[in-house]
């Protein structure tokens, strides 16, 4: 009788670490994202509602987050890509079907950003935030009107400007300043982009799509092509003065709209759900745009927001550019990768 007592004190010590473990995996969530982007107030928001730890590992590029999540994505739970990545994971099969039972807070969407053509009834992605690609100009420093790509790299402002670190942004520019769809990527199109690029480089002083703002606020540039949450973070800093002016170009902008995805084999996928659930509450919505001010997708978030943040030129810009939305490219991308890395080597 002693023997068995003491051999099954010793199986539940045994079997201690591994219920610990387990519990320990279920409250875990591996969320891979983009750099100033997720507020930490949205975070421990969650974590204290469902107790489950979040950690975060961030990217600054769309192409550097799909190397890495294809080279062993399966450690992590959550990404936040862009349409046209969402649009390729899909064709791979690399992303669950979401259970939309697990997200009743999906109806606070606005329609405009759902059902759209990169992920047709949303069965993969959720909006996270939109916004658009755009010129910021230091009016104190810069006098000229700029309305567009080739205003900004007319020769007068050389090394003060700042771009996206992003090499199909940058050839989506030179493309819209020949009048080519941004969509229509070829070897004929890359090849009439290509002498456009290799004028404008030579004129940038930094690549930053981090935190292009840093470098407007400290003097270091008077102008550049930002992400729009970036210039609203400028507008807002100098309280509306119009020191930043934010302008969509003219020869035509591109829209973003960023989401909320599953790799497929995640092992904390119901952690992952309720965690786009978390964010698709209005009032934790509200706190993404507070902190990033793009455009935020969720209808009922925006009624929190207060007038002055939604008259933010950058975070809702009026009038009617055409903004256009990047599309999958497939292999095509690497052209565009191997044009931008011989120029910039030059």
């Known amino acids: 009788?002693?023997?068995?007592?003491?051999?099954?004190?010793?199986?539940?010590?045994?079997?201690?670490?591994?219920?610990?473990?387990?519990?320990?995996?279920?409250?875990?969530?591996?969320?891979?994202?983009?750099?100033?982007?997720?507020p930490q107030p949205v975070i421990e928001a969650f974590t204290k509602e469902?107790?489950?730890?979040?950690?975060?590992?961030?990217?600054?590029?769309?192409?550097?987050?799909?190397?890495?999540?294809?080279?062993?994505?399966?450690?992590?739970?959550?990404?936040?890509?862009?349409?046209?990545?969402?649009?390729?994971?899909?064709?791979q099969g690399q992303l669950e079907e979401l259970n939309r039972a697990s997200l009743p807070n999906f109806k606070n969407l606005d329609a405009k950003f759902t059902d759209m053509a990169h992920d047709p009834g949303n069965?993969?992605?959720v909006p996270w935030m939109a916004g658009s690609v755009g010129i910021v100009v230091n009016t104190e420093k810069i006098k000229d009107e700029v309305t567009g790509y080739a205003d900004v790299f007319s020769g007068k402002y050389r090394r003060r400007i700042v771009?996206?670190?992003?090499?199909?942004?940058?050839?989506?520019?030179?493309?819209?300043?020949?009048?080519?769809p941004i969509n229509d990527i070829s070897k004929d199109t890359l090849a009439k982009a290509r002498p456009v690029v290799k004028g404008w480089l030579p004129q940038i002083k930094a690549f930053d799509s981090d935190s292009p703002k840093t470098k407007f606020l400290k003097g270091d540039v008077d102008i550049g092509i930002v992400w729009s949450g970036e210039a609203?973070?400028?507008?807002?800093e100098t309280k509306g003065s119009g020191k930043f002016r934010f302008?969509?170009?003219?020869?035509?902008?591109?829209?973003?709209?960023?989401s909320l995805c599953i790799p497929k084999g995640a092992a904390h996928r119901e952690a992952a759900e309720k965690f786009i659930n978390h964010i698709l509450k209005p009032?934790?919505?509200?706190?993404?745009?507070?902190?990033f001010p793009y455009t935020n997708p969720n209808t009922a978030a925006r009624a929190l927001l207060a007038a002055e943040e939604l008259?933010?030129?950058?975070s809702y810009p009026p009038g009617a550019t055409k903004l256009d939305i990047f599309k999958d490219i497939g292999k095509t991308a690497r052209e565009i990768d191997r044009m931008m890395t011989d120029l910039r080597s030059r």
């Not at 473990?21 to 997720?38: D, P, T």
């Not at 771009?163 to 080519?180: H, K, P």
């Not at 009032?283 to 902190?291: M, N, Q, R, T, V």
Request: hydrophobic share 50%.
């Open 247 to 258: 302008v969509l170009p003219k020869e035509g902008a591109h829209m973003f709209v960023d």
């Open 163 to 180: 771009v996206l670190d992003d090499n199909r942004e940058i050839v989506s520019w030179a493309l819209a300043t020949l009048g080519i």
């Open 1 to 38: 009788m002693k023997f068995i007592r003491v051999l099954l004190l010793l199986l539940a010590v045994l079997a201690l670490p591994l219920t610990t473990f387990a519990a320990e995996k279920r409250e875990v969530l591996n969320l891979f994202c983009w750099s100033e982007y997720v």
């Open 283 to 291: 009032e934790i919505s509200a706190l993404i745009s507070k902190d």
């Open 123 to 125: 069965k993969f992605s």
């Open 232 to 236: 609203a973070l400028l507008w807002r």
């Open 50 to 91: 469902t107790g489950i730890k979040v950690n975060v590992e961030n990217y600054d590029s769309n192409e550097k987050m799909l190397a890495k999540l294809l080279a062993g994505g399966a450690k992590y739970d959550l990404i936040q890509p862009s349409e046209y990545v969402v649009e390729s994971l899909i064709k």
């Open 311 to 314: 008259g933010n030129p950058a």
